[in-house]
């Protein structure tokens, strides 16, 4: 069974030029730095107009390593912090799959002690 990250971002408007072109430099920025060939990445969802107040929207399979999931979990959050820095106006939900990701104005979406090197540390010898 597979744990997967959601995130979507809503409002009334559609994105501007400049909005959109911040969301494609974020998501190259993304996959550029993206350590692990072998799992899955940020991903948006191409638009197929069936909700309308939706901006951006995607998700990320969590690796069944579990020296691999606070690195990956930790990078896309990053990278779903700087979109919604990007896109302030939205109304933003990021969970993983019935748990919703808490966001912090100063450190952006993580899940409490997930950045606890102790812990990566004891995840990664499992």
């Known amino acids: 069974m597979s744990v997967s990250l959601y995130y979507c971002a809503s409002r009334a408007t559609p994105l501007t030029g400049a909005e959109t072109a911040a969301v494609e430099r974020i998501v190259a920025a993304h996959?550029?730095?993206f350590p692990y060939e072998d799992e899955e990445s940020l991903y948006l969802y191409d638009s197929d107009g069936s909700r309308p107040d939706e901006v951006v929207?995607?998700?990320t399979k969590m690796p069944f390593d579990p020296g691999k999931v606070l690195p990956v979990l930790d990078h896309v959050l990053g990278s779903v912090s700087e979109l919604r820095r990007a896109l302030?106006?939205?109304?933003w939900r990021v969970h993983m799959d019935d748990?919703?990701?808490p966001w912090h104005e100063a450190e952006g979406y993580a899940f409490p002690g997930m950045r606890?090197?102790?812990?990566?540390?004891?995840?990664g010898d499992l």
């Open 116 to 123: 606890d090197p102790d812990l990566a540390t004891e995840l």
């Open 31 to 33: 996959r550029a730095s």
């Open 88 to 91: 302030p106006e939205a109304e």
């Open 99 to 101: 748990l919703d990701v």
């Open 57 to 59: 929207a995607g998700s």
